[in-house]
């Protein structure tokens, strides 16, 4: 496996997309997990579609209400990408016929999106829009320590994630219970999972003590992966003037800070792996000086501060104006990205970019076998995704079963 960076500028034409409009988007798949039933009803109907174009145009308050209707717009109008938003009270394709007042979101799953410039300090291996499986894997433990509390901390099930088509990957939460969120909820869903909220580095991340049991849940998942990720594969701090900047800002002691900025002055260009252990074996022989034997808590201390500074490096960062409103757009699944031509396909976390189909390989595929979708490489992605709007489906049944029976056991 080599660490090539995504090739940027393969961006399809309008008539490669209606072509892709036409044989290959799973209209009837997103129809049946937008409106959470193979039946048309409220819950697509009521949905605002937003559409794209290449010509910079931006057409919101679409809604359709069936999938027929879905795909024939959509073809119809052949935009660059479209965006997924709320379920209203009423169809937002009338909203330049009432009141803006009248209109009220009511519902959206909670949604996470991920990007990989948020990782710019830590990764060397790419820079800007491009991205590789080394980096990737930064994506790929956000994605891990997510899932887990999505699962453990708030008890959803119905989640998917897919790849944005460049550099980063959105998680749609689709629980009933996560859609019915008010926009005070899903800021308190962030809140809960937004822990390195400034992203600079020349500030300690300064967690509280004892860490939550989220908190220390992740950082038991993360370490294993810091040696291996930051010092060994990105090494970051190789540079003497990053590791000032990116590194001793992060720990507590201002004497230790000089101390080490001695030490890689006269011992320059020393690896990220080998100044991480330079802040251990230097604070060691600054304890034996009298003045700091009096304070007891001194590894404790730095030993806080270097698990801070993992969580910081690793922990997810998260885009929070996406999740924090339930009328904030975000690109539906399978769409193509319109500078790579990368399909928006479903990921799990042992997904590379690499993996993602292209637009220009789909037509080729297509072209070399009769027009058959189940012969292409995007098949096996609308497989999984199929799979996820079936649970989705299932569980949205269940859970319209045990309201009713609720409301039949309060009439008596």
Known sequence: MTSQSLPLGNGPSASDMQYYYQYLYPFKSIFQWLNHSPKPG??????????????????????????QDFKAQIQRSNPDRFEIGAI???????????????????????????????????R??????????????????????????????FGYSDYIWIFSGRRGAHCWVTDKRARQLNDIQRRNVLDYMNVVRDRSQDKRLNLKRPYHPHLLRSLETLKPYFVDIILREQNPWHDDKMAVEGLL????????????KKHWKTNPNRTSE????????????????????????????????????????????????????????????FCVHPATGNVCVPITETFIPNDAPKLIQLQTEMESNENQIEKTSLQPYLDQFQRFVNQVVKNELASIKREREDEVADTF
């Open 274 to 333: 080998q100044k991480w252990a330079d802040i251990d074996s230097l604070a060691a022989s600054q304890l034996k000086h009298p003045s700091a034997l009096k304070r007891a808590d001194y590894f404790t201390r730095l030993r806080e501060c270097k698990e801070d500074l993992v969580l910081a490096a690793l922990y997810p960062k998260l885009d929070v104006e996406v999740t924090k409103q339930t009328i904030h757009l975000l690109k539906a699944p």
């Open 124 to 153: 060397t291996c790419c820079s800007g829009a491009n991205v590789c499986h080394k980096c990737w894997r930064f994506i790929s433990l956000a994605m891990k320590i997510i899932n887990i509390a999505l699962e453990e901390d």
């Open 42 to 67: 409220k819950d697509m109907m009521n949905r605002e579609l937003a559409m794209a174009f290449r010509s910079g145009a931006y057409k919101r308050y679409n809604s359709f209400d069936s999938a």
């Open 88 to 122: 209203y009270n009423k169809p937002p394709r009338q909203m330049d016929s009432i009141l803006k007042a009248d209109m009220k979101p009511l519902e959206k799953e909670v949604v996470f999106d991920i990007d990989m410039d948020d990782y710019d300090p830590y």
């Open 249 to 260: 800002p992060g720990l507590h002691d201002k004497v230790l800070i000089e101390i080490l």
